[in-house]
């Protein structure tokens, strides 16, 4: 079980089921799902939404800060984000890519990003079966295309 449910299962002690969770947390203005509740419940869960978090908050009684600890989240902010004043003057499209970057960055990294050593260029190495002698080149595309009059449908010269 995870940290996090651990924390949510000490605060409700089993006094509300997963769908008393969740019609209160709605009757609150969230929108939690009682089987999203359910999962949460039992450590059967992914990283936490921070609606999720926020209506789990207001049910339980659980600080944010506690919540978001348990859930290996930033704790020391709470609050929503709020940017500059200047950013008043952005105009929409600027607001939605920084919004984009926001969300990029909260992003967990995926198994298949390259580590940054994957990144550097590789030297080619010759084959050791050549005994560092250049190994035979192959044959081109245009090598092995056939020529002009032969792709026409003309008789292809006769070959030397």
Excluded: C, W
Excluded at 136 to 147: D, E
């Amino acid at each position: 079980m995870s940290a996090l449910s651990e924390l949510l299962n000490e605060a409700n002690a089993g006094r509300l089921s997963a769908r008393s969770l969740a019609r209160t947390a709605q009757a609150a203005g969230f929108s939690l799902n009682h089987d999203t509740a359910a999962r949460y419940l039992r450590g059967d869960h992914g990283r936490p939404d921070e609606n999720t978090l926020l209506a789990l908050s207001k049910v339980l009684r659980i600080p944010m800060s506690r919540l978001r600890a348990a859930a290996s989240l930033p704790a020391d902010e709470t609050e929503p984000y709020r940017p500059p004043s200047e950013s008043s003057r952005l105009s929409r499209r600027q607001r939605r890519a920084i919004d984009e970057i926001i969300r990029a960055m909260l992003e967990q990294p995926s198994v298949s990003t390259p580590r940054p050593d994957e990144l550097a260029p590789r030297r080619s190495r010759r084959p050791a079966s050549t005994g560092g002698k250049p190994a035979k080149s192959l044959p081109t595309k245009a090598a092995a295309r056939p020529t002009r009059a032969a792709r026409r449908g003309s008789a292809e010269p006769p070959r030397g």
